[in-house]
């Protein structure tokens, strides 16, 4: 659904493979962005689903920007995004229901997650979480312990980054 190809303090590049291809779905998605106070300027081009979107870097430190772009998203994705929640896949989750539960104990004690849903069928995996909690280095300390057996540290770092999550 959504994949993070570059990110920099200010500055996203992600790929959304649902608006390849379909430019009146892209121009909903930039103008629903576009709204986003932080968000300086916004470009969807359609012929490769890339969304380059610029912002002030400052907001990501602030639940109330990551509740805006995922109120934003999910007017457009509401199967995907919503304020608090954060969906993601990770393929090593795919036919492995053990590794889906192990993983679900390592995030069920972290401060800040309230539901957890990990489908091993398809590796996806639905956090509902306090959003006031993501700028907690706690959270993200904990966060990202339990996630790192299972993705990249740079993917890692990537998906917290764009979800909001304080990086150190």
Not at 44 to 65: E, I, N, Q, W
Request: one cysteine or more; proline letters at 6%; a positive charge.
């Amino acid at each position: 659904m959504l994949r993070v190809l570059h990110l920099i303090p200010g500055r996203a590049r992600l790929r959304f493979d649902a608006v390849k291809g379909h430019p009146e779905l892209g121009r909903r998605l930039h103008t629903h962005l576009e709204a986003v106070a932080q968000i300086k300027r916004v470009t969807v081009d359609t012929r490769t689903g890339s969304v380059l979107l610029l912002y002030d870097a400052r907001a990501l430190k602030t639940p109330a920007f990551l509740d805006e772009i995922s109120e934003a998203l999910s007017k457009i994705f509401p199967n995907h995004f919503a304020p608090g929640r954060l969906r993601v896949t990770i393929r090593q989750l795919k036919g492995k229901p053990e590794l889906a539960r192990i993983l679900e104990m390592r995030l069920a004690p972290v401060h800040g997650i309230r539901h957890i849903e990990i489908d091993p069928t398809n590796g996806s995996c639905q956090l509902v979480y306090d959003s006031t909690a993501v700028t907690s280095p706690v959270f993200l300390d904990a966060l990202s312990d339990a996630l790192r057996t299972f993705l990249p540290r740079s993917n890692l770092k990537k998906l917290l980054t764009l979800a909001g999550f304080r990086w150190r």
